[in-house]
């Protein structure tokens, strides 16, 4: 059983940055492809990025290009997610969430989250 | 196309059955998944495949497919049904990101 836990919320001014942790339990990381999915108030769910299991490269939706880097420590088992030049808009949960074994475009297990609060 | 299509909101009566739909291009090449998200917090896979439940999901639900629409059927809803749900696939138009639907608000009459 995969368990995901996130660091904890945080608040940002605009143009800063943020990076938001996802410490893996139960397995490695290097057994999983990790994703961040996003989730601005009162909106649906937003793919960011993640690790695509049938090529072994991480990728990111468009959007995001040129504004987030997801990268992994696998010695600790944490995923990390940094999102820079912050605005208003970028207020969201963002949710970790690992790309099941059994059917590539499905995420099995999720994190629970970590409000990112865009602020001056 | 790269977009999920949902209807944003589907009632259903205590005990009835109710039916998801979620519509787009990339579902003749891909499976769609489907998520149970309640207030404040994270979603919840409970289909996946063709028809798959993970553990732990009753089954109750139910996934289906037909040509460019995935269906998420929940036979004899309860009231701890009532959530939102997104479905979520792959795009097959070439970059493969992951997409989602924009979701459905449930609600159980």
């Known amino acids: 059983q995969v368990q995901l836990v996130q660091s904890g919320a945080e608040v940002k001014k605009p143009g800063a940055s943020v990076k938001v942790s996802c410490k893996v339990s139960g397995y490695t990381l290097t057994e999983l492809s990790m994703h961040w999915v996003r989730q601005a108030p009162g909106k649906g769910l937003e793919w960011m990025g993640g690790?695509?299991?049938?090529?072994?490269?991480?990728i990111y939706a468009q959007k995001f290009q040129g504004r987030v880097t997801m990268t992994e420590d696998t010695s600790t088992d944490t995923a990390y997610m940094e999102l820079s030049s912050l605005r208003s808009e970028d207020t969201a949960v963002y949710y970790c969430?690992?790309?099941?074994?059994?059917?590539?475009?499905?995420?099995?297990?999720w994190g629970q989250g970590t409000l990112v609060t865009v602020s001056s | 196309s790269s977009e999920l299509t949902q209807d944003p909101a589907v009632s259903v009566a205590l005990g009835q059955t109710v039916r998801i739909t979620c519509q787009g291009d990339s579902l003749r090449s891909y499976y769609a998944s489907w998520y149970q998200q309640k207030p404040g917090q994270a979603p919840v896979l409970v289909i996946y495949g063709k028809n798959n439940r993970p553990s732990g999901i009753p089954d109750r639900f139910s996934g289906s497919s037909s040509g460019n629409t995935a269906s998420l059927t929940i036979t004899g809803a309860q009231a701890e049904d009532e959530a939102d749900y997104y479905c979520?696939?792959?795009?097959?138009?070439?970059?493969?990101?992951?997409?989602f639907g924009g979701g459905t608000k449930l609600t159980v009459l």
């Open positions: 969430a690992t790309v099941s074994l059994e059917a590539v475009t499905t995420f099995d297990y």
């Open positions: 979520n696939s792959r795009d097959s138009s070439g970059n493969l990101n992951w997409v």
């Open positions: 690790f695509d299991p049938e090529d072994g490269e991480t």
